[in-house]
């Protein structure tokens, strides 16, 4: 039975009955890193230098060399990324089974919210509300935040920072917390540089969404795109990131199956 | 009486554009003495140790005493203006298409007969004047004779002005104008006349104070710049590159990290990635372009100004990944240097001590101050030099350095 | 001919005069504005010529004196091999204007002290399309470093700071120098060899093209490929092979005279005149014309001071008292100088003293002076900096000494 769910799987796909929606953002240098203060190592914004161009470095082709940090653009955050899941096992790229790379995706819609207040938190509340209508989050799901904050095409609005630091939604400590414990999820997806609000040092503990999510094994998702294109469920998402050996992440292409 | 210089008219699209012609550069090593001290802004001749006669032309052994113990020396310059020529001809392709072309004789108070490049405010002979070096369109060192008083407009003089590199009239690069030093030096160089200043600046979500003001000055354009970036740099050498006089190098990144003191390479590649390699993209999407326009009428480019550190001299360890950085900045601005001479283009180091700004905060006075800096660069793009040390903490480091570098380094890790 | 007194007085110990030593054969390789050809032509040109002028075999010259500045990468022992010559005395004197006379006082004392019997003194240059210009970076290190870059170009910016400096000083006019290169033009009109053939006005040199001010074009020497010769024998050889010849009365040389002089007005002769005079046993009165080294007129006026035709400062005065064509009261480059000759690069230093002994022997191919018994051919050049480091002089008599 389920050889013929991937069979017609497979055949849904070549006729469009099932379409991939592409939530990755381009990767180009112009495309915002996460900036932490002076004082600590960087995340390397992305850089590209061309090796040869059909010219007297390479006649017939063209090629480039990359550099990038492993959070750079649309990336996955494995739990060794933070101090609270370190100790954790299977929790590096590398090591991450396969199998929870594949998911289903619930997708919040908080565009509404966060269009009148940048740093606008997602509460237990609001996916109660959600559930209400749409039906309980499945163990095992992905929870993505929709904010429609990859429309913001200019870095300097994607960054949103003013002097007291950088001004982008995420989820409150508590409601972390409650997909965690009460729903089981593999992970939390964000649209904006991080899976935490950019006021996120503030709350309770400093950066609640990376401290809890990878304190459980749990993954993170930065910088999707085109999460306005999702149902609010019924996608089925996939976020493999690089094998990395003992990496805390990579920029991936993230992909969505839906219905057509 | 010099006329003040005007700004000059749109250029004609139509015609080809003059190509960069440079006068004779072919000197012996001693001569070479003189431009070396040129290059610093020092007039210098070689004294015998053993008998104090002055030599010029520059030679091996003392004219008076064969001693060959020369020295080189600072001069006054003090002389008597013997006699002069207008040149209507030349052989020579340079200053052929740039005659009439006044020269001197000059009789040192000292005593050697020199012939001299002549500032138009000199007073006919017999007159005093002062005579100084300075480098000419080669890169080489050259005698002038100047007014011993100031003339109005003495930086006009037509042939001074083939040796210096004012930014009168002229558009400018600044390619970062997020730091103190890159304001300044913005400010500055507005102060100094020049038309039209681009001001770069990279991670545009990063605020930082005055930037918005500098953009607003009427002369100044601000434009997107990172010089970590090879498609950035590209880019706006594409848009205005074309256009650049003089390019002023205010991009950096400083840490304060040695060896021991820092985990990984991350931070001291950050450094290198803007400090060299950042020259390095600078110089091949904006050097071609400044090359070719190296005699382009009036305001022509004429300039390319890197602020590198004393530290690229010998090594400050406190600041050692920094330091080394600068130092490949240092090599590199020499090929730099010797690439633009075709297109007789100066290429100007600065070599500041200890900038007051935040990462030397932890470093005692004296600190230079950002607007001194501009002002230094200022300086040397009127007098045309190459190497600038400006404040009490680089000319004394240079001393050392000079002495003897070993002693430096010693005395620097001390 | 008694040994003046002077002579060893002024000179030292054992100065000897030239009296049993001739110059013959005077020969000059027609000049031309640009050649294709290498000095190495020239040079040969010249020998043929004065072989056959003296009807001597290749195999009697035994001495070869050479001034050039176009044989690089040769040097004179590069002919010997090229031309097939084999000699037993050889010397290369590159040293433009001076170095006639100084190849003259080489060769002199080589056959008096029975080193070489018979010396060819050629200068001989080549002149291509962008000779000059080429030449002038790599004349000397001093003018590489401290002249060329100043734009001038050769030794034109020198001389116009010297002949401004001189008019200043001494209230010389632009119209004394002109009458100098009217003159020479006049004389060159009668010179079948001289490249300027058009006669030349006052007003024309007055107005003519600025180089660098004062001088204007007329004031300069042209560039062109040629050769001057002749040969030192002794005067018995020369008696009998028939030639007509001139002897030396007298010859000076100094290099780098006065080097604390701020700027050039005067030339070693100052230092040497008295014992050139003295060991001719002449005064300067006793001279029939005088083949100055007129590389700028202005030279040729303070040759005419230092060599004692007038004091000091004075020079201008003396050329408005005179007239320099060869039929007037004091001869000058009777065949036109160098100014309206030409300058074949070192065989301008020979050109005076070709002349002399053509002048002396009756073998004129310009027009002569009467009656000349006596002349004098100067040598100056080698600017090397500021200044002439070379000056000479040679003090010659026609036939019988």
Known sequence: ?260 | MIPPLTRPKRKNPMLRTRQALLPPRARSRAALGLTAAAALGRFELQVCSDCDAVQYPPREACHRCLSDRLRWRGQTGLGELLSTTTVHHSHDPFFRERVPWKLGMVRLDVGPTLVVHLHSGCAPPPSRVRVDARLDKSGQGVLLAFPIDEVPNMADDRQLREMTCDPKFRKVLVTDGKTSVGQAVARAVIDAGADLVWVGYAEPWKLVPGLAELGALPQVTLLPLDLSDSRSVKQTAAEIGGKVDILINTAEVHRTEGIASRNGVETARSEMDVNYFGLLRLAQEFGPAMRSRGADGQSSATAWVNLLSIYALCNYPAHGTFSASKAAALSLSQCLRAEMRQGGVRVINVFPGPIDDEWNQALPPPKLSAGSLAKAVIKALKDGVEDVYPGDVAQEWLARWQDSPKVLEREVSL | MVQSRENSAVSGVGARDYRDLALVAPVTVPYVRYSIRNAHWFVAQALSRLLKASKLDKSDIDGLSVGSFTLAPDTAIGLTQHLGLTVRWLDHVPLGGACGVVALRRALRAVQAGDADVVACIGADTNHVDSFRESLGSFSVFARDAVFPYGSGGPNASFAFLTSYYMRTFGATREDFGKLCVAQRDNALGYRHALFKKPLTLDEYLDARPIADPIRLFDCVMPCAGAEAFLVMTRQRAQALGLPYVSVRSTCERHNAFPDDPIQMRGGWVLDRDRLYGAAGVEPSDIDFVQTYDDYPVMSVIQLEDLGFCEKGEGAEFVRRHTFTTDGSFPINTSGGQLSVGQAGCAAGFLGLVESIRQLTGQNLARSVPEARLGMAVGFGMITYDRGLCSGAAILSGGQA
């Open chain 1, 1 to 260: 039975m389920v050889a013929s769910t991937l069979i017609s799987l497979a055949a849904d796909l070549a006729s469009r009955r099932i379409r991939v929606v592409d939530l990755t953002q381009t990767l180009a240098p112009e495309f915002p890193p996460i900036v932490l203060p002076p004082e600590f190592g960087q995340c390397l914004p992305f850089r590209i230098e061309e090796v040869s161009r059909y010219d007297e470095r390479g006649p017939a082709w063209y090629w480039n060399n990359f550099s990038c940090g492993e959070h750079t653009g649309t990336h996955f955050d494995a739990p060794v990324h933070w101090v609270s899941g370190r100790d954790l096992p299977n929790n590096a790229t590398d090591t991450i089974p396969v199998q929870e790379l594949v998911g289903a995706a619930c997708v919040i819609d908080c565009s509404q919210e966060v269009s009148a207040d940048p740093d606008f938190l997602l509460t237990t509340d609001h996916v109660l509300r959600w559930e209400s209508v749409h039906g309980r989050i499945a163990p095992r799901a992905w929870v993505l935040m929709r904010t429609d904050w990859s429309k913001r095409t200019d870095p300097v609005a994607y960054q949103n920072y003013d002097a007291t630091g950088q001004h982008t939604p995420g989820p409150a400590a508590e409601v972390v917390r409650f997909l965690i414990e009460e729903r089981d999820v593999v992970g939390f997806g964000s649209e904006a540089i991080g899976t935490d609000a950019g006021q996120g040092y503030h709350l309770k503990p400093p950066y609640p969404c990376h401290y809890y999510m990878h304190g459980a094994g749990r993954y993170g998702l930065q910088c999707l795109a085109n999460l306005d294109l999702l149902p609010p469920t019924g996608a089925v998402i996939f976020c493999a990131p690089l094998k990395i050996r003992n990496g805390s992440g990579s920029p991936i292409r993230a992909l969505a199956l839906v219905p057509a």
